[in-house]
T-cell receptor
Framework: GAVVSQHPSWVICKSGTSVKIECRSL??????MFWYRQFPKQSLMLMAT?????????EQGVEKDKFLINHASLTLSTLTVTSAHPEDSSFYIC?????????????FGSGTRLTVV | AQKITQTQPGMFVQEKEAVTLDCTYD???????LFWYKQPSSGEMIFLIY??????QNATEGRYSLNFQKARKSANLVISASQLGDSAMYFC????????????????FGTGTRLTIIP
């Protein structure tokens, strides 16, 4: 089945530094990737949608300059949290849309737990 | 208004019993899809079952079935013969406007239900 590899699975960084999270589709082409954020015991909130080769579409309230998304190829999307602060600590999870799937086929990565100290 | 409503924040069920997790949705689209995902404590999202708005039959996948009541905008997940490994968070999600928005359809998630199976 479709597999999405997300790295790192957890990261601790100092306040003010940047962190990059990678999301790779291993055995399919992901035309579209979605980035979600999940606070403890809460639901997944969509941050942005990225299509290969074009700029990401950010949801209302998400700072595009803080959460940089790059979708340079059909198998790789990255989320960079710039100048991270403790309030950015959260669980980030990506989802890739299988280009070959008509109606469903969202495969999720295993998530990245970010802690900013 | 919430697009996806899950009214049960937590449920405790005896092992081997069946359990129904509630989900109601709100959309004006004719073409949409409904999903259920399981999220164990490790965090990954595991796809369980899918129901398209035009599907006349209720979806089934092994021990999972989706009780789709279109007029009531309800898409409840039924797990038969629950097992200890079913303990997890369960999320209902919807994708709207399948036809005109193909390729960019985002999923909207409910708040989830934490299911605990008791031995």
């Amino acid at each position: 089945g479709a597999v999405v590899s997300q790295h790192p699975s957890w990261v601790i960084c100092k306040s003010g530094t940047s962190v990059k999270i990678e999301c790779r589709s291993l055995d399919f082409q992901a035309t579209t990737m979605f980035w979600y954020r999940q606070f403890p015991k809460q639901s997944l909130m969509l941050m942005a949608t990225s299509n290969e080769g074009s700029k990401a579409t950010y949801e209302q309230g998400v700072e595009k300059d803080k959460f940089l998304i790059n979708h340079a190829s059909l198998t790789l999307s990255t989320l960079t949290v710039t100048s991270a602060h403790p309030e950015d600590s959260s669980f980030y999870i990506c989802s890739a849309r299988d280009k070959g799937e008509m109606y469903y086929g969202y495969t999720f990565g295993s998530g990245t737990r970010l802690t900013v100290v | 208004a919430q697009k996806i409503t899950q009214t049960q924040p937590g449920m405790f069920v005896q092992e081997k019993e069946a359990v129904t997790l509630d989900c109601t949705y709100d959309t004006s689209d004719q073409s949409y899809g409904l999903f259920w995902y399981k999220q164990p404590s490790s965090g990954e999202m595991i796809f369980l079952i899918y129901q398209g708005s035009y599907d006349e039959q209720n979806a089934t996948e092994g021990r999972y079935s989706l009780n789709f009541q279109k007029a009531r905008k309800s898409a409840n997940l039924v797990i038969s013969a629950s097992q200890l490994g079913d303990s997890a968070m369960y999320f209902c999600a919807m994708r709207e406007d399948l036809i005109s928005n193909f390729g960019n359809e985002k999923l909207t998630f409910g708040t989830g239900t934490r299911l605990t199976i008791i031995p």
